[in-house]
């Protein structure tokens, strides 16, 4: 079995601590993770959909699926459950699920994006998650923990096709995700 988890199209073949090995190579492309002290569990086995899934602190786990033995209780951790996850991905999901709400810095660059996204457009967003997705949360629970994150890491980090990106954001949203993409180190 190999875990790929590329910053270009370079696979990086599993070893004994994936983890913590991909974590170092995630801090080497991209400093700002430094110190973070973000648990990273490699599980290609999990049953949860998606490519990545990150846990608070205090997250037992999503439905009956618990939370992966090396995240303990209490700590931060992301769970890579894809072999095509690149190592952008990684610094994505802890930013968007953590850092936007505990970066002193970072948090009022986020707070003013998410101000900028129509209600429209999330709302429509949330009408294709429930059709194709199956997304059984309530708006307001998937617009906090999924909606407005996904928008910032579609421009971000890569995860919106380039040539749509004018047709999703604003000039002053791009404006404002540029900024944050420069205190990130994001080139």
Do not use: C
Request: hydrophobic share 30%; proline share 6%.
């Amino acid at each position: 079995m190999e875990v790929f988890l590329k910053r270009s199209n370079e696979p990086v073949a599993q070893e004994e601590s994936a983890g913590s090995d991909l974590l170092s190579k995630a801090e080497q492309a991209f400093p700002y993770l430094k110190g973070k002290n973000i648990n990273v569990v490699v599980n290609p086995e999990s049953k949860i959909e998606g490519k990545l899934e990150f846990y608070d602190e205090d997250e037992p786990g999503i439905g009956d699926t618990l939370r992966p033995k090396g995240i303990p209780l209490g700590q931060i951790g992301v769970e890579i459950k894809d072999k095509n996850v690149r190592l952008i991905d990684l610094l994505g999901d802890y930013v968007s699920h953590y850092a936007v709400y505990n970066d002193s810095k970072l948090k009022p660059l986020y707070d003013e994006f998410v101000k900028t996204i129509p209600e429209r457009q999330q709302r429509d967003r949330y009408k294709y998650a429930t059709e194709n997705f199956g997304e059984k949360r309530p708006y307001e629970v998937w617009k906090y923990r999924s909606g407005d994150p996904g928008m910032l890491r579609g421009y971000v980090f890569d995860q919106f096709p380039k040539d749509e990106l004018d047709k999703i954001y604003s000039p002053e949203q791009i404006e404002l995700l540029d900024k944050i993409k420069e205190y990130l180190g994001i080139k």
